[in-house]
């Protein structure tokens, strides 16, 4: 109980602070004109919308109750003290400081001089346009109703899902009869899930249908982000060999669809679809390559080298000696886009040639991840040598992820320097690097479908945030750093690695993943 | 033709000379153990055999086929597997994944559920734990996991390392008990201990190792008696 409420005030502090800076910035009016929009609500003021700052505030607090009930949802009255303390203690911070500002402008003095988005009418937005009682009893009413509504929609939800897990697993003690505990521990999935795979699958193909230009061109960006981040979930995520180069291998296939296909600056031009191949040959070239020095080292010292190595390839891109076979800082021009069929492929065909890579890769990892090999990376990862003295070869297995790491990479960067019909040395720089690596972290290490989550966080949500226009990053690094605070293993993490993270509160895998040990 | 012939090996970290000409066999059936204090170079002597340290001089053979040159992950498909020193468990992963992580070097998948049977009849208390992620077994627990992964490798040798380590003296009893009934069923066991009294209890032969070098090899019986081995490792004036 004590706990529940120390943790309740905790993450309610937070929540408190991060919400009166986003009022300090003036995002909050920004963002209340785009809940209103949504919305259909009418402006009435000039600073911003009032009935979309109530929807915000509403929204920030529903999410802070639910992440509040996180910690123990076993019953709905620990739901209730933890829903109750953290919106407490949110509509303490918000009311507070509004009554402050309202009382200071209600004193006529000039808060703009040191708070540039404070002044006389953004006060009044912050009121919602009512006297300084009320806009205060309202903020802290939505608060406290709004915060206790999430731990219980939360509680509910899980409890839920908890009926659920059940019922799985009485029917996985059913099927036990029928085959052997290893086939089982293997399991394919369930047909239901699969019938879930195939509607998501139809969303995918039939969305690039009704986005714009511009949308397709930003998703088909998440799409090669998506790409990279699947080669690089294999090298740290699965193997466990931290490589931050490895915009490096992106570099490469780039260039190498680039040049082959490009008149200038030499004048091969080959067909778009033996490059796009002979991109992914070169780059799992290029990792095995780095591959047989760089491994032997371990951890850190391999970070640093890869970190070496992506530079490197940057800065022979962009040197002056290379530039009269590979352009230079001007990079190259002209790269030739694929085509079928005699058609040329335009914006949303290039998208659809993304997705399609992305499933056939998807359907490769899961494949590899089920088998030996996966089984061989997940014992490295976890001790190298005495995955040694299992047998496993790890130099071999180490070699292994790094060239598929790299080949998918690879693809992902033909793909880019084709849609956009240039590739220079600014497209890959190791801010590529670090954003791929960004993307597994928030979407979840070791999960597929965490990549996926985190590509649109990380390339996505920058482009929906383009309304906020200078606020992107602020907002962007401060979701970051939330993330990492509520939720550290990641959006969508593979259930073992969240397991890792909350050492003690779980030490039994979810029946889902691990299906062995029911004896009836 | 003994089964395991140590002949003469010298081992280096970097300049420290760690073993200084080693020889040991080991026939088949045998519990052989090798003790001596800390730093005497036992678990070096046995990461060696086990290709994880490479010997500078010396050659290792292993039913007539010389091994000092095979890289350690090729020995487990020769026959030879390690229980590492510290237990060296996957921590992170179920006891079930240790047992399937131990059967990796297994050709064929068919003979795994009677492998796991059989493991499981040795220590019925991994069964109970079976979907127990193994970081939070208890240290004898963890120690017979450690034991059950090398054995779902069928090894013909297999190289523990300080089976004892850590244990509560009723725990290392019962380890010791399982080594006794493992080698019955036909495996041979090179032992390394610090606890010289319960590893010359169960051993057949034994070797004396003293700062890198053999000082010592003889019965399990007689190094009991010796005055020497009484004094230094058995604690008996």
Redesign the interface.
């Known amino acids: 109980m004590k706990d529940l409420i120390k943790q309740g005030l905790r993450l309610g502090s937070i929540f408190g602070v991060v919400i009166i800076f986003l009022i300090l910035f003036g995002l909050t009016s920004t963002l209340s004109d785009i809940l209103g929009e949504f919305v259909n609500l009418e402006s009435r003021t000039r600073t911003g919308n009032p009935g979309g700052l109530m929807i915000l505030f509403a929204l920030l607090s529903l999410w802070a109750g639910s992440s509040a009930s996180a910690s123990d949802r076993s019953n709905w009255k620990s739901a209730l003290v933890s829903g109750v303390s953290v919106s407490l203690i949110i509509g303490l911070f918000v009311a507070a400081f509004i009554l402050l500002v309202g009382f200071l402008d209600s004193a006529d003095v000039e808060m703009r001089d040191y708070l540039a988005q404070l002044d006389h009418l953004s006060v009044q937005f912050l009121l919602y346009g009512r006297s300084l009682i009320a806009g205060v009893l309202i903020t802290f009413g939505i608060f406290l109703i709004f915060g206790i509504l999430g731990a219980l929609l939360a509680y509910w939800y899980e409890a839920k899902q908890a009926g659920e897990v059940i019922q799985k697993q009485v029917l996985v003690l059913k099927e036990k009869a029928l085959d052997s505990k290893l086939a089982k521990q293997y399991k394919e999935n369930p047909r239901s899930k699969w019938i879930g795979y195939g509607l998501l699958g139809l969303v995918v193909f039939i969305t690039p249908q009704f986005l714009g230009k511009y949308w397709n061109y930003a998703m088909g960006t998440v799409g090669i982000y998506v790409l990279m981040g699947l080669g690089l979930n294999i090298v740290v995520g699965l193997a466990g060999l931290l490589d931050l180069g490895y915009v490096a291998f992106f570099a490469i296939g780039a260039y190498t669809a680039g040049l082959l296909t490009a008149p200038a600056p030499l004048p091969l031009q080959i067909g778009f679809w033996p490059v796009l191949i002979f991109s992914i040959v070169m780059a799992a070239f290029a990792g095995i390559l780095l591959g047989i020095p760089v491994l032997r080292m371990r951890g850190d010292y391999l970070a640093i080298v890869t970190l070496g190595f992506g530079e490197i390839i940057r800065v022979l891109i962009r040197s002056d000696m290379l530039a009269p076979y590979v352009g230079g800082p001007q990079g190259i021009r002209d790269i030739a886009g694929p085509s079928l069929f005699g058609i040329a492929f335009s914006g949303k065909a290039y998208l659809y040639l993304i997705i399609i890579a992305i499933l056939l890769i998807i359907l490769f990892t899961n494949y590899l991840q089920n088998s030996k090999v996966g089984r061989a990376w997940m014992a490295m990862r976890e001790d190298e040598t005495v995955a040694q003295a299992m047998g496993i070869n790890t130099l071999y297995y180490k070699l292994m992820a790094f060239a598929t790491g790299a080949a998918f990479a690879g693809l992902g960067g033909a793909l880019f320097a084709a849609r956009n019909q240039y590739t220079g040395p600014a497209d890959h720089t190791l801010m590529v690097s670090i954003n791929v690596l960004s993307l597994l972290i928030v979407g979840g290490m070791g999960s597929i479908p965490g990549v996926i989550v985190g590509a649109f966080v990380l390339k996505g949500l920058p482009e929906i945030l383009r309304e906020l226009d200078l606020y992107r990053l602020l907002v962007f690094g401060g979701l970051l750093v939330f993330m990492m605070i509520i939720r550290p293993e990641g959006i969508w993490p593979a259930p073992r690695r969240r397991m890792e993270l909350h050492e003690g509160e779980l030490d039994v895998l979810p029946p889902e993943e691990s299906l062995v040990g029911k004896e009836g | 033709m003994a089964m395991l012939e140590v002949n003469n090996i010298h081992t280096y970290y970097g300049n420290i000379h760690a073993l200084k000409g080693v020889s040991i066999t080991v026939e088949e059936k045998e519990i052989v153990t090798l003790i001596g204090g800390n730093g005497a170079g036992k678990t070096s002597t046995l990461r060696t055999i086990?290709g994880?340290l490479k010997p500078r001089l010396g050659d290792i053979y292993f039913e007539g086929e010389k091994i000092s040159d095979t890289?350690?992950?090729?020995?487990?498909?020769k026959g030879i597997?390690?229980v590492?020193e510290g237990r060296?468990?996957?921590?992170?992963?179920?006891v079930?994944?240790n047992l399937?992580?131990?059967a990796?070097?297994q050709p064929d998948?068919f003979t795994?559920?009677d492998d796991?049977d059989r493991v499981y009849q040795l220590f019925p208390r991994l069964?109970e734990r079976?979907?127990?992620?193994s970081g939070?077994l208890s240290g004898g627990e963890q120690q017979m996991l450690a034991t059950a992964?090398a054995l779902m490798?069928n090894p013909r040798l297999l190289l523990m390392d300080e089976p004892s380590m850590g244990l509560a003296p009723i725990l290392v009893e019962s380890v010791f008990e399982t080594i006794v009934e493992i080698n019955k069923t036909g495996t041979t066991i090179l032992l390394v201990e610090q606890n010289a009294t319960v590893a010359l209890s169960v051993a057949n032969r034994g070797y004396v190792l003293q700062t890198g070098e053999i000082v010592l090899k003889d019965s399990a019986e007689n190094l009991r008696k010796d005055e020497m081995v009484q004094k230094a490792y058995l604690g008996i004036e």
């Not at chain 2, 890289?71 to 498909?77: M, Q, S």
């Not at chain 2, 060296?88 to 179920?94: D, E, Q, Y």
């Not at chain 2, 079976?130 to 992620?133: G, L, R, S």
């Open positions: 086990s994880l890289p350690a992950h090729e020995l487990v498909y597997t390690m590492p060296g468990i996957f921590a992170r992963l179920t079930f994944e399937d992580m131990g990796y070097s998948r795994f559920d796991l069964k079976e979907k127990q992620v939070t992964r490798a």
